[in-house]
């Protein structure tokens, strides 16, 4: 058994303009394996990471303290402290955490750590890929980037051996 308090741990920041928290990646502190957990604390006016969701990776968060928005596939729904919230690996899991309050709000977010797994932007465009590590693990990867959903090709392009044409 690895136990970690959260009060041994620093926050790490992220300010992105209104994508602005703090966060204490607890599951890494503990070297859990199959399990993310992380602490936010979201202040008054700011937003958590941008609208998404994952095909490979449920999600659920869990409202420790204070109040928020959560932006859902189903529009806007209010958060406050004790709410749970379980989002499924496809578009209906889309979610970002709102803070339209004059406090803090302060979450768990837990997720399962399946690898690969892909991050849907669709507000953005893109797609996110992760192999070897999901997101928000800590090892190496052999494979990850974002990629524009525009960039589509065709499967052959690219291969000296075919003219880009489908014969089957």
């Known amino acids: 058994m690895n136990r970690i308090n959260e009060g041994d741990l620093e926050w790490r920041e992220n300010d992105r303009e209104r994508n602005r928290f703090r966060r204490k990646q607890l599951s890494n502190a503990t070297e859990a ?3 993310g957990c992380s602490l936010y604390e979201l202040p008054p006016g700011e ?6 969701y994952h095909v490979g990776n449920e999600e659920a ?3 420790l303290s204070g109040s928020g928005t959560l932006r859902c596939d189903d529009g806007t729904v209010s958060l406050e402290a004790g709410d749970f919230v379980s989002f499924p690996t496809n578009e209906g899991g889309g979610h970002q955490v709102v803070n339209e309050s004059d406090e803090p709000v302060r979450y768990l977010m837990l ?3 399946n690898e690969p797994d892909i991050t849907v932007y669709p507000e953005m465009e893109k797609v996110g890929v992760f192999a070897d590590t999901p997101p928000g693990g800590t090892g190496d990867r052999s494979v990850h980037g974002y990629y524009r959903i525009e960039d589509d090709v065709d499967y052959w392009e690219g291969d000296a051996d075919s003219d ?4 089957g």
């Open 33 to 35: 394996e199959d399990l």
């Open 47 to 52: 937003r958590s990471w941008p609208y998404h």
């Open 61 to 63: 968060l869990y409202v």
């Open 111 to 113: 997720s399962t750590m």
């Open 164 to 167: 880009g044409t489908d014969s």
